[in-house]
């Protein structure tokens, strides 16, 4: 080794130890809630995965948003997140816990409400006596996991059986941070990164689940980290240092090995990788459209009572932060125009679990095959939502409010927000043909109610939008941006490429892969019409066919019902050429006329996973086989790839579940649908994507006796505010 080199890596390995020292010291503890806004040195690394924070971020201008002190939060409803006060509270009963008080260290990975139990919740109503709060604790105490109920009035700790399963808890941040920190303390890692010509301040990693390719992986919780340079932009995932894998033990925070396959190829140039709108230069910027806002001077239609429960138009429903599902919609009920009364349409919905393959199988790409929700936590990574640009004005911004790993809790400010969207959407129109002499021009406005969070895994940003309509219709949309995760090539032009070699993806830039991958957002809708008991009815179109004799038309569609009497009678691959409609019905409840009332689920466009069903990363994923299912309801069975996902071989999903065919007819149900993407990767993919998106609607099927919004009346002008252009007023 070469003397200054040689002194460069004593001073470096100096250097990593202060800095691990620093990051564990600067923890969070004691009592104090902390602010992710305000305690950024603590709160930078869980919002990105980096060793450091550029210095490119650090003039970031403030978000104009106001910041609440949630010390003295009190819960008003049965399914409000657990306070501040009540995780203090977890966090003592806890310390002094056998399992605890005699471990020198353990991590909480989650503690989430423990939500009474259903009929409860059913019955309550506001004024009521609030049902007993408990708390569900996941850890990790010398190794093993462990799940724990604590008792908030009794401080009495019931540890439940795990099970056999394989897996580990979703990961604590401070398991991600430390995780990109931990190679630095190897000298090996250091002298390969400074070999591949990367200063080691220049260094950003990130922490990469493993999957599960074997018995050799089994028995501890490892991760895969990989490195990028940071020098000269703010976007360090276009300059990969390809090849480079660290294989680390998540829990000592050794090096178990080190692969390096990529020497030859080139870190791609950071020319014209910076996305920011600072920096781009002055007579580069293109203003294609004037400002555009909707106003609103009599206020918002929509009211938050409680922190949670939002009323708006027809609409009321419960809203909660939540560190692995993101959000979740709660007591969702519409109101009859014909009887004023609310009716149950849903009791409960989330985002389940993210799956997101990669399809390179080469040895820094086979494994790259993520579960966002049971891995990272979809909540945890959810960003503060940005005023004017991530939401529009008049919305109300509600914070999440988690753990770290010692217990102590932390807000994520501005995680969810609520505003009504009009785009010119029509609700409903008629206008009269000239022929029948009418003058009839009958039309409707369509205002709506969206739910907002976007949660930024890495490089990806997903943005889920609950979106409740006037008519009765739940539409859920996913949009996906943010950054791809680009692959090194030694390559230029594509005409370097030999005609037999794979790339795996799309040459985008000068020496930058963009790889093909998919993406599954599986969603679980514990759907309660007009009732918890309904069942699941496939109504199937199919061609019939005529006699001469019977018309001139030789062929019609006929539907037909199928109601689903067991599980895998519910089991649903999406087919174009043989079409149905799914609906979830109450057989005791009819209109007028006789029909059972119902919702549907609309599948929007989608995509299905093509990946070999003995796949290791497909086992895994085994909730995606199927783009619909319907189980029955278990208060256990809420997360499609299982509970402990990290490292998990595919024994607990939602495949395992509706496989063992429990009846569903007029029972309490579970519909599960999946949102998929197909990604080939394209150049205009570079260097940050443009928003690309799917939806699904839960539509009314003859839940109400006629279109529930006959009765609403048209905007007339007096109606709207008149807005005077500045420079004229």
């Known amino acids: 080794m070469e003397t200054p080199n040689f002194f460069r890596l004593i001073f470096l390995s100096l250097f990593v130890a202060l800095g691990l020292l620093f990051t564990w010291s600067h923890l969070p503890s004691g009592p104090d809630l902390l602010d992710c806004a305000t305690n950024s040195a603590w709160c930078t690394s869980k919002n990105r995965f980096q060793s450091k924070q550029p210095t490119h971020l650090k003039n970031r201008r403030n978000s104009p948003t106001r910041l609440r002190d949630h010390a003295s939060d009190t819960p008003h409803h049965p399914l409000d997140p657990l306070t501040v006060q ?45 049902l007993p709060r408990k708390a569900s604790v996941v850890a990790r105490v010398k190794g093993e996991s462990h799940v724990l109920t604590v008792d908030l009035a009794t401080s009495v700790v019931i540890v439940h059986q795990t099970g056999s399963h394989s897996g580990y808890p979703m990961m604590t941040m401070e398991d991600m941070t430390t995780a990109t920190w931990a190679p630095l303390a190897d000298a090996t890692f250091n002298r390969t990164i400074i070999e591949r010509g990367v200063d080691l301040t220049d260094l950003a990693c990130l922490p990469i689940s493993t999957g599960w390719y074997g018995k050799t992986e089994e028995n501890r919780r490892l991760i895969k980290v990989q490195c990028y340079s940071m020098k000269d932009t703010v976007n360090f995932y276009m300059r990969p240092i390809e090849g480079l894998t660290v294989l680390l033990d998540l829990d000592t925070k050794q090096v178990v090995e080190i692969s390096d396959k990529g020497a030859n190829i080139p870190i791609p140039n950071s020319a014209n990788t910076d996305y920011r709108f600072s920096a781009q230069k002055h007579n580069q910027v293109i203003k294609l459209l004037k400002p555009i806002s909707i106003e609103q001077p009599k206020g918002p239609s929509f009211t938050v009572e409680d922190d949670h429960l939002v009323k708006w138009a027809n609409w009321e429903f419960h809203v909660k932060p939540d560190a692995r599902a993101g959000v979740i919609v709660s007591r969702a009920k519409v109101r009859d125009p014909d009887t004023g009364v609310l009716r149950d349409v849903m009791y409960k919905g989330f985002t389940s679990e993210l799956f997101v393959p990669y399809m390179d199988p080469t040895d820094a790409w086979y494994f790259k095959t993520y579960m966002d929700a049971g891995e990272y936590g979809f909540g945890l990574q959810s960003m503060p939502l940005e005023p004017l640009n991530d939401c529009p004005r008049n919305t109300h911004y509600m914070d999440g409010v988690f753990v770290a790993a010692d217990g102590t809790p932390y807000v994520r400010s501005n995680m969810i927000c609520i505003f009504e969207s009009y785009a010119g959407d029509i609700g409903w129109r008629h206008t009269e043909s000239p022929i029948t002499g009418m003058e009839v021009r009958e039309v409707r406005p369509k205002v709506t109610l969206v739910v907002r969070m976007a949660a930024s895994v890495a490089n990806y940003d997903y943005i889920v939008d609950w979106e409740f309509q006037t008519d009765g219709l739940i539409r859920i949309k996913v949009g996906l941006s943010g950054i791809l995760m680009v692959k090194g090539t030694p390559y230029q032009n594509v005409n370097q490429v030999s005609g037999q070699e794979s790339l795996y993806g799309t040459l985008l830039s000068e020496n930058v892969i963009g790889v093909i991958h998919d993406h599954y957002i599986t969603f679980h809708l514990d759907m309660d019409v007009d009732g918890s008991n309904n069942s699941f009815v496939k109504v199937n179109l199919q061609r019939e066919q005529n006699s001469p004799s019977e018309s001139p038309r030789k ?38 006329v006789g029909n059972p009332v119902g919702y549907k689920v609309v599948p929007g466009g989608t995509a299905a996973s093509l990946l070999d069903l003995d796949d ?10 199927n783009q619909i299912w319907v189980t029955q309801y278990n208060r256990s069975e809420q997360w499609a790839g299982g509970l402990f996902v990290y490292q998990s071989q595919g024994e607990d999903t939602l495949a395992v579940w509706s496989n063992r065919d429990r009846e569903i007819e007029n029972k309490d149900i579970v519909v599960w649908y999946t949102l998929g993407f197909h990604h080939i990767p394209c150049q205009e993919d570079f260097p940050i994507m443009p928003t690309v998106s799917a939806s699904f609607d839960l539509k009314p099927v003859n839940f109400f006796e006629s279109n529930p919004i006959l009765r609403t009346p048209p905007n007339v002008e007096t109606d709207l505010p008149v807005c005077v252009v500045a420079a004229a007023a």
């Open 616 to 625: 290791p990363p497909q086992k895994r994923g085994a909730f995606t086989n």
């Open 555 to 592: 062929s019609f569609l006929k539907a037909t019902r199928n109601v689903a009497k067991t599980e895998k009678d519910a089991q649903v691959k999406l087919k174009l050429y043989d079409p149905s409609e799914f609906h979830v019905i109450n057989p005791s409840k009819k209109t007028r």
């Open 86 to 130: 009540e995780l203090n509270k977890i966090r003592t009963i806890l310390s002094s816990h056998p399992i605890f008080s005699t471990s020198a260290g353990y991590a909480l990975h989650s503690i989430e409400l423990e939500e009474p139990e259903k009929p409860l919740v059913l019955t309550w109503n506001k004024g009521d006596p609030l």
